[in-house]
């Protein structure tokens, strides 16, 4: 008369994913949580690159007294520990009438992350030669159609490889996912995901069900540009 | 005015680290000085260092601190070891090694919530897959996240296998530069495979090294979200790291002030192990690097 | 034209309706999915009753409650009202944000009378601060068939006594035969539910963290009577138990590793669902020389001043009326978390759509017990009838109890050391 340990499926089933798909409670929309998290990964990313691009490229091109130990300090900001952090961000962007929002959830990620992306894309610049943009200069172009014909396709692995690592981290962002949206069409996929296990109930179908095409769309941004990916690491600012 | 000109690319990104992070910074240090409990309250009594002088006499702050460096330094050896092994292992052309690869990913874009409950589960002692399978070897089952001795080494484990895939591939990218001519020519010279990897590999790819254990450093420390959703720094706060006490102190017994406090201090404390990584480990400089 | 005239009619009638309805938006804890569908169904009934008032539920995992309500109190944002516990009614109420609600109270307990101890926790300085609306009292629930297997009989123990000799007996009897099975299921994690266990032994002498003036008097003879059983009964508990929260407990539980152990009813849901019936329950077995106690969860509703200031107030009464009527009420109970969310006015008690729900009907004996319960129920710290001393929201926040069990049953400190290293704690959150 027990009952053996369900941990496991026995039988293969798609009613999860039928579930996941098509049961839309209010609070669990699961395709709407992917939606959501996508618009935020894919905005956050883009904007914190268009920043980082802006930055590091001055940073490399146009260095000032202690520029070197700027951009480590960029870095340091990465290191501080999120928690009590939590509440001020918070009711910054109460202020701002940013919460509950996509937007002041985009506008905190590209924040936290623009600085590393600065970092990591300023030794990109720094290793294609500031020559081939000066002849450019020399055959009549400006400076920013030097920039955006040279440099810019020069250094693209490493802006695609920014972009993805900044997509990463936000796509399973929790804690300030958590403070900052409420609304439950307006959740992430971490959110999501959260409510389907609770320190009660664990729902092994759909949340595995979810883990799983939570991890779909993310190859599937992934795979055209692994090779892109790679060499952006290997070349330039790990390049030795 | 011209020596300057850098400066006007980067106002953006100073303009809104000073709004969504510096500011917050300057709310928790106002904090961290007043007797505040939930660190809104208005206008709250001035108490100068009484909070750090508090948690100076706090034995579990005290304790966290040396958790948290063991708990990096642990995770440090683990993340910089294992994917270097991988990728040595894994640096082979064909189909087989490409699709490895890209599964090797998964647990780096699985949330950390996922990953932190789904292993509480695997884990569990009497009904849990680990230790089903540990019986089927014939061996006695383990208590791997409420016993003392075992919590803290087996969250390491799980953090680190989070960690590995990426720094597997960061690593398998600097490998993947190293021209196959320079291996060929030390075969020539006779020397045999670890000598290559001794003279030829690690010097190449030291650069690297130090980059993923930069990243490895500082996720780490401030890993929050799998301790908290697995032992909730227990069992009898073995697992009490900083980042997990700070936030018990600020979200569970409402000590916003001696929060604030605790996190200034680690937040002192980070930056100057980052400051000492880069001054003492940074790999020579070449021309304007990092 | 038409288009013109329909146009204007649209333009005069759409601000009427719009000006007409009230919306209010409330949050709850309560994740899974089919607690989201019993909330949602209970709104669409008030709805149709109220077609002037748009209700909206809004899920916070109770794992983020305390962190969301704090940041929505300081950037006053926050909902109109929200399903609690005393803790986090305390906290809230500390962070002056909720109003009192003693005219809902008195209406509610005229109309439907309610159980006196489930008040208690939301009695602060003389007024009431939340409105409870469903309880969780512990029981000591059981498998009969165990229990028939290794005791050859399926009358459960009733004292303390007997129920050592029982966990030992099924304990021992079952490793000999090779396939153990615990007696007793206990857990020692740093959570909430290791609190809820020793709490409910505590209760079984009558144990008291606080006087009526809201002093310390946890360091007693009964706790350290109480803290020593736990540990005694402890040793009949499975070895992994020590790092277990709800979930693991209730999974071994299921997977029948575990005979007996003092828990909330709600294990009927699942064992219904497999068309399992072995289970029952009985009160909370007390020395002889002790009490009928256990742990008792009140879960409530506190209302935000913002409700106050948007003009929401009226339909948030209204709305809170509308969920304690007993056919509703039974909604909240009954069909979202059975055995687990029990009524805690007795008209709700006594009504029939509670009793008719098919899983409570399945197990009427235990629910019949579970519904005893809520009479000798008490919470920590509420002990005397009202929250006396507003610390036993940091107390419990910082899992003091469940520490101080770590410390005996994995640090194999002392008892009586770990009881006085708990109420040192407990004194240094008074300050």
């Known amino acids: 008369m027990t009952l053996k340990p369900s941990l496991f499926p026995r039988e293969f089933t798609f009613k999860h994913y039928e579930f996941i798909f098509f049961t839309r409670y209010p609070s669990k929309d699961f395709p709407q949580n992917v939606v959501n998290s996508l618009i935020v990964g894919i905005l956050a990313s883009a904007f914190a690159n268009f920043l980082a691009v802006i930055g590091a490229y001055g940073l490399s091109r146009y260095p000032f007294p202690g520029s070197d130990i700027f951009s480590r300090m960029l870095l340091i900001i990465y290191v501080l520990p999120g928690i009590p952090l939590l509440l001020p961000i918070y009711s910054l962007l109460a202020r701002m009438r940013l919460t509950d929002n996509l937007i002041g959830l985009i506008l905190v990620y590209v924040a936290i992350n623009t600085p590393f992306a600065v970092w990591f894309l300023k030794s990109f610049f720094q290793a294609i030669p500031v020559e081939l943009e000066e002849a450019a200069k020399v055959d009549g172009a400006s400076s920013f159609r030097a920039f955006v014909s040279i440099t810019l396709p020069m250094s693209l692995p490493g802006i695609v490889t920014t972009f993805m690592y900044v997509l990463v981290t936000t796509w399973g962002e929790y804690s300030l996912a958590q403070i900052i949206i409420t609304s439950d069409w307006k959740k992430t996929v971490p959110l999501g995901l959260a409510t389907y296990m609770t320190d009660q109930y664990i729902e092994w179908g759909p949340l595995l069900a979810a883990t799983t095409l939570v991890v779909v769309p993310i190859i599937m941004l992934f795979l055209p540009f692994t090779k892109q990916f790679i060499s952006g690491l290997s070349s330039g600012a790990l390049k030795d | ?290 | 034209m038409r288009k013109f005239v329909i146009l204007l009619v649209l333009l005069t009638v759409l601000p009427l309706v719009i000006l007409g309805t009230t919306t209010i938006v409330f949050w709850h804890h309560e994740a899974p999915a089919h607690r989201v569908a019993a909330f949602q169904k209970i709104i669409n009934l008030f709805q149709k009753e109220n077609p002037d008032i748009k209700v909206i539920q809004q899920v916070v995992p109770w794992g983020d409650a305390w962190t969301k309500t704090l940041a929505a109190i300081e950037a006053g944002t926050t909902p109109d009202f929200q399903f609690s516990l005393p803790e986090l009614t305390i906290t809230a109420y500390e962070a002056n944000a909720i109003i009192p609600v003693d005219d809902i109270i008195q209406e509610l307990d005229s109309k439907y009378q309610y159980v006196q101890s489930q008040l208690a926790p939301y009695k602060i300085n003389g007024k009431y601060w939340g409105v409870p609306i469903w309880t969780m009292p512990m029981v000591l629930i059981y498998r009969p068939s165990i229990l028939e297997q290794y005791l050859g009989t399926k009358e459960p123990p009733r004292t303390w006594n007997e129920l050592l000799l029982a966990a030992q007996k099924i304990t021992l009897l079952s490793s000999e035969k090779g396939d153990t099975i615990y007696g007793i299921g206990l857990t020692a994690g740093n959570n909430l539910c290791t609190q809820e266990q020793v709490y409910t032994i505590m209760a079984n002498l009558g144990v008291k963290f606080f006087d009526e003036k809201g002093n310390l008097t946890f360091n007693s003879p009964q706790t350290l009577r109480a803290v020593e059983f736990y540990k005694d009964l402890y040793m009949f508990s499975p070895p992994g138990s020590t790092g277990w929260a709800w979930g693991e407990i209730e999974m071994n539980f299921s997977a029948g590793k575990i005979a007996m152990m003092p828990y909330f009813g709600g294990l009927q849901k699942r064992f219904y669902d497999l068309e399992n019936y072995d289970l029952d329950a009985v009160i909370q077995p007390y020395p002889i020389d002790g009490v009928k106690g256990n742990l008792i969860y009140p879960n409530d509703v506190h209302i935000f001043k913002s409700a106050v200031e948007k003009g929401h107030l009226e339909a948030v009464k209204k709305f809170l009326i509308f969920i304690m009527r007993p056919d509703i009420n039974a909604i909240l109970t009954a069909q979202m978390e059975p055995g687990s969310f029990v009524p805690v006015t007795k008209a709700a008690q006594e009504s029939e759509h509670y009793w008719d729900d098919p899983i409570i009907k399945a197990f009427r004996h235990m629910n019949e017990v579970i519904i005893e319960a809520t009479n000798y129920g008490t919470l920590y710290g509420f002990e005397t009838g009202s929250a006396v001393n507003l610390a036993i929201g940091s107390i419990s926040g910082a899992n003091t109890l469940a520490e101080m069990i770590q410390n005996v049953v994995t640090n194999k400190m002392g008892v009586v050391d770990a009881v006085k290293w708990a109420e040192e704690k407990m004194e240094s959150f008074m300050k």
């Open chain 2, 1 to 290: 005015m011209k020596k300057y000109r850098g400066l006007i690319f980067v106002l953006p990104v100073i303009i809104l680290v000073l709004f969504i992070v510096v500011l917050p910074i300057i709310t928790m240090l106002n904090n961290s000085l007043r007797d505040v409990r939930f660190g809104f309250e208005k206008n709250p009594a001035f108490t100068g260092l009484k909070n750090y002088l508090d948690l100076l006499e706090d034995e579990t702050f005290i304790d966290s601190i040396g958790k948290s460096f063991l708990w990096t330094a642990e995770n440090l050896l683990i993340q910089l070891t294992v994917p270097l092994l991988l990728a040595l292992l894994l640096n082979r052309k064909g189909r087989f090694y490409q699709f490895v690869r890209s599964v090797l990913l998964i647990p780096w874009i699985l949330p950390m919530v996922v990953v932190s409950i789904v292993w509480r589960w695997l884990l569990e002692p009497n009904i849990g897959y680990v230790n089903y399978l540990i019986k089927c070897l014939g061996l006695s089952l383990v208590n791997f996240l409420g016993s003392t001795s075992l919590a803290f080494h087996i969250l390491v484990l799980i953090n680190s296998w989070h960690f590995i895939p990426f720094g597997t591939i960061l690593m398998l990218a600097a490998l993947s530069t190293i021209p196959t001519s320079l291996y060929d020519a030390a075969k020539v010279d006779g020397a045999n495979s670890f000598k290559r990897l001794i003279h030829i590999t690690f010097p190449l790819i030291g650069r690297i090294i130090w980059f993923v254990g930069l990243l490895a450093f500082m996720w780490s420390f401030n890993t929050f979200d799998l301790i908290w959703l697995t032992t909730q720094g227990g069992p009898a706060n073995s697992t009490m790291t900083l980042p997990t006490y700070i936030y018990k102190l600020a979200f569970k017994t409402y000590e916003a002030g001696k929060a604030s406090a605790a996190a200034l201090i680690s937040t002192l404390i980070l930056i100057g192990v980052a400051v000492i990584y880069f001054i003492v480990f940074t790999p020579r400089e070449k021309k304007g690097v990092a």
